[in-house]
């Protein structure tokens, strides 16, 4: 079975870019509720297995997100890092997260329908379609979100409904 994409296929949508972004805003609400019901020493500290606190995983989503869709707009690749300057105040995590829906929300309408299937080097690294840029993005939060849960519940914190991607 063929996965590619034909002329005819990129111009009939299934989605449209602005359902496309209530979807991800969806996860980014969820996500940051994942970060609220965090005590903050766990939010850095915690880990299972090896893995990274999941600060430190929040911290690459917050590196990708707003830097990846101002490249997406912009054309202008820049160095991907994961050093966000939060200072291990969660706080602070959460109004650079609050930040980035903001730069996602600015920057969405600058990304005509037509782009979408334009292709990338995003980073300067990874390349692929504006599209799969972008639900790499969201499954990649989606990921780090799951791993958040699981530390949730270790801790005996129930973490919030997965299915409610609603604003508290």
């Known amino acids: ?5 034909t002329s005819k296929e990129k111009v ?10 209530a979807h991800w805003q969806g996860h980014r609400t969820l996500t940051r509720k994942v970060i609220e019901a ?8 915690y ?8 600060s430190k995983m929040v911290d690459e989503l917050l590196s990708i997100a707003g830097p ?11 160095a991907f890092t994961e050093e966000v300057a939060h200072g291990n105040s969660k706080t602070k995590v959460l109004e650079l997260w ?9 920057n969405w309408s600058k990304i005509g329908v037509e782009k979408f ?18 639900q790499y993005f969201i499954d990649n939060e989606i990921h780090h979100r799951g791993q958040g849960y699981v530390y949730l519940r270790s801790l005996g914190i129930e973490p919030p ?8």
Do not use: C, W
């Open 117 to 134: 299937h334009d292709t990338i080097k995003l980073f300067g690294e990874y390349e692929g379609t504006i599209l799969s840029s972008i």
């Open 12 to 21: 009939a949508q299934v989605i449209l870019p602005s359902e496309l972004l």
């Open 47 to 54: 880990s299972i297995g090896g893995m990274r606190p999941f």
């Open 1 to 5: 079975m063929s996965t590619a994409t």
């Open 98 to 106: 609050d930040k980035t829906t903001e730069e996602i929300n600015a």
């Open 38 to 45: 965090f005590p903050d020493k766990d939010f850095f500290e």
């Open 68 to 78: 990846g869709i101002r490249e997406i707009v912009t054309g202008k690749a820049a």
């Open 161 to 168: 409904m997965f299915y409610d991607r609603t604003e508290a």
